[in-house]
């Protein structure tokens, strides 16, 4: 069954720091990736997702994608408290299966 | 457009009784998915539909877990004899479709909790 793997489980950071976190797939038919967030007592919101090879920018988050390896990463730049929260790696194929999620990095931005 | 809707908020049941839970999806949504989420076990695919019609429900455990979508505006998972360990939160979701690269857009989920 397709695993999805994600590191650190959590993660400190400072107010203004990087944040990186990293996600891999374990089933070679994984063609889309996906990063959901989820504030604490909140449901998962969509925050990026790649298809291709290479990087994608949006405001201060970053997403990188390497197909080969079927990695993923999330970069968030100049963290602030409101990106304190469960970030979730997710993956689908072509063939319509539903998405698989990762157990997810918990970010902590310190004032 | 009031997003996923699911009732109800939080479920409390004794151990042994029947839960049933429902799920609204965004109209115009063809696709339904039932997720469960615990801290050790993460987020958790259960089943889902496309157009009603039940497409994989791997997830599910299947004696005493069902799901339902009697028509395109609500769905159903049902757990009978509930069992302390079928606590969590559970989460619909909903997309346009699913061919591979929608989005899914989760309803604000049911906490239950087997006593």
């Known amino acids: 069954q397709q695993k999805v793997q994600q590191s650190p489980e959590s993660l400190i950071v400072p107010e203004g720091g990087m944040a990186s976190l990293n996600c891999t797939s374990s089933d070679r038919n994984v063609d889309y990736f996906w990063w959901y967030r989820q504030h604490s007592g909140k449901s998962p919101k969509m925050l990026m997702s790649i298809f291709s090879n290479g990087e994608k920018e949006e405001g201060r988050f970053t997403v990188h994608l390497n197909k080969a390896s079927l990695h993923t990463s999330l970069h968030i730049r100049d963290s602030q408290p409101s990106d304190s929260a469960l970030y979730l790696c997710a993956a689908s194929d072509q063939g319509g299966r539903a998405l698989i999620f990762g157990t997810g990095t918990t970010v902590s931005v310190s004032p | ?115």
Not at chain 2, 27 to 33: C, I, R, W
Not at chain 2, 54 to 62: N, Q, T, Y
């Open chain 2, 1 to 115: 457009n009031a997003g996923v809707i699911q009732t109800p908020r939080h479920k409390v049941t004794g151990k042994g009784q029947e839960a049933t839970l429902w799920c609204e999806p965004i109209s115009g949504h063809s696709a339904v998915f039932w997720y469960r989420q615990t801290i050790v076990q993460g987020l958790e695919f259960l089943t889902y539909f496309r157009n009603q019609a039940p497409i994989d429900d791997s997830g599910m455990p299947k004696e005493r877990f069902s799901a339902q979508m009697p028509n395109q505006s609500h769905s159903t998972l049902k757990i009978q004899s509930t069992q302390p360990q079928d606590s969590a939160v559970y989460l619909c979701a909903s997309s346009l479709e699913r061919v591979g690269a929608e989005t899914l857009y989760f309803g604000s989920g049911t906490r239950l909790t087997v006593l």
